[in-house]
């Protein structure tokens, strides 16, 4: 299927000011014990330090803290390698190759063919989706469930062989991406399920047994912003104080939230619990299907993981139905691995990553009503982290896809 997308005018892409990162290094950790994690902890709001996936084996460093950092290291014998010298290069060239393909298939065709071979924009994708829902009346429903800070809507599309509608008899298949701006692969991924849902759907009856109720693009500011100014962003744009911006989103569900006084962390979780337009819209679309939720999905980057609740203590306090999510993942796992794709971790959240409060899979789990809920780290594609190719997504979308088919057959 061929459809117009809208792709952002190329002048807008370069003109609107860029948060650089010249010269900032990525480390890649290998804490040894406990101990070294809790000392590494100790730089986790530092300024200029971001823990990329929270979890310390990926951490940005700001040239002016490097020195330290690395004594840091050497004294306290944590291993590390250096694995991306500078990552305004790997942006750039993100950034480039991004325009090119851009130019290219504005010089062949003066339209876009759906592939997945570049991350696409908010509006590219909402354009994507109402023109399935236009193709395939019959299985698609796509609503505007909510309205950011900046305005932007936040859709969701629901996927049932009962016009596109939620039955009421079959279960319910949840998941949201694109929370945390920054995590494009996360986005695009979910696109592609949908992409093969609805375009090859003879293909897929035994997934189209259940109802799909998916929000694509779960934190539109964020995420354009991510586009246009500030790669590395990872929160919406709130204003959280007089200085600083945004509140992470999966820090702002009402399950074990916690408060937060530094508003400028990465991980801020707003004023109050639910207190976000983008939760509200999330925690709403939860409560209306609530007699039919089945599963859960939290699709973020990056880390190779397959993470169950809860999250929000160590020692970690288990979903009740512990082992069949561990059964659960482990076939996602192998699932993955025979497409040739990465050895994913399959574990409770708070053992494996690290210990949160407020987020959405806990919610989903612990007071949403689903009988299962997952978040999944993707893959960041070898070293790339949040910057993952787009010569690559093809790939890691379908190496998901893989992840989205084998939980949705066990339920």
């Keep these: 299927m061929r459809i117009f997308l809208v792709a952002l005018a190329l002048v807008a892409l370069v003109s609107a000011e860029q948060v650089s990162f010249r010269d900032y290094k990525v480390y890649k950790i290998d804490v040894a014990n406990r101990g070294q994690h809790e000392l590494l ?21 700001h040239p002016t803290l490097q020195e330290k950092f690395e004594a840091f290291l050497n004294v306290n014998k944590i291993a590390n390698e250096l694995i991306i010298p500078d990552v305004e290069a790997t942006i750039e060239a993100e950034r480039q190759y991004d325009l090119q393909y851009r130019r290219t298939k504005g010089a062949t065709s003066g339209r876009a063919t759906v592939d997945f071979d570049h991350f696409w924009s908010t509006e590219e994708i909402y354009q994507y989706l109402d023109g399935l829902a236009a193709e395939f ?4 429903k796509v609503e505007t469930v909510g309205q950011t800070h900046e305005s932007r809507d936040i859709k969701s599309v629901t996927i049932s062989t009962t016009n596109g509608q ?7 298949i949840f998941i949201d991406a694109g929370v945390h701006a920054r995590e494009w692969a996360a986005i695009m991924s979910t696109v592609y399920l949908i992409h093969e849902l609805v375009e090859h759907s003879d293909l897929y009856a035994d997934m189209l047994q259940k109802d799909w109720v ?8 964020g995420y354009e912003f991510s586009r246009t100014n500030n790669r ?33 962390s990465e991980t801020f979780p707003g004023p109050n619990p639910e207190s976000e ?7 709403g679309l939860m409560k209306r299907y609530a007699a039919n939720l089945e599963l859960y999905l939290a699709v973020h980057t990056f880390g190779d993981m397959i993470l169950y609740p809860f999250g929000y203590t160590l020692p970690f306090v288990p979903v009740a139905n512990a082992a069949e999510h561990i059964a659960m993942g482990e076939r996602a796992r192998a699932a993955v691995l025979a497409v040739g794709g990465p050895d994913y971790i399959v574990g409770n959240s708070a053992e494996i990553l690290y210990t949160a409060n407020g987020v959405s899979d806990d919610y989903a789990v612990g007071e949403a009503g689903f009988k299962y809920g997952f978040t999944l780290e ?4 070898g070293n790339q982290g949040f910057d993952l190719p787009a010569s690559e997504m093809s790939r890691v979308a379908s190496e998901t896809f893989e992840i989205f088919r084998s939980m949705a057959g066990d339920i």
């Design 166 to 172: 939620v039955s009421g008899t079959k279960p319910v």
């Design 232 to 264: 590395m962003w990872r929160k919406n744009r709130v204003p959280a104080s007089i200085l600083c911006t945004g509140v992470d989103i999966n820090r702002n569900f009402n399950y074990r939230w916690a408060s937060g006084n530094i508003a400028c």
């Design 137 to 140: 009346p019959n299985l698609v």
């Design 277 to 283: 337009r983008e939760t509200q819209a999330i925690v």
């Design 41 to 61: 902890g100790q730089w986790r709001e530092v300024d200029g330090v971001d823990f990329w996936n929270n979890a310390g084996r990926r951490i940005m460093i």
């Design 378 to 381: 993707l893959t960041g594609g």
């Design 214 to 221: 998916i929000i694509p693009v779960g934190n539109p500011d």
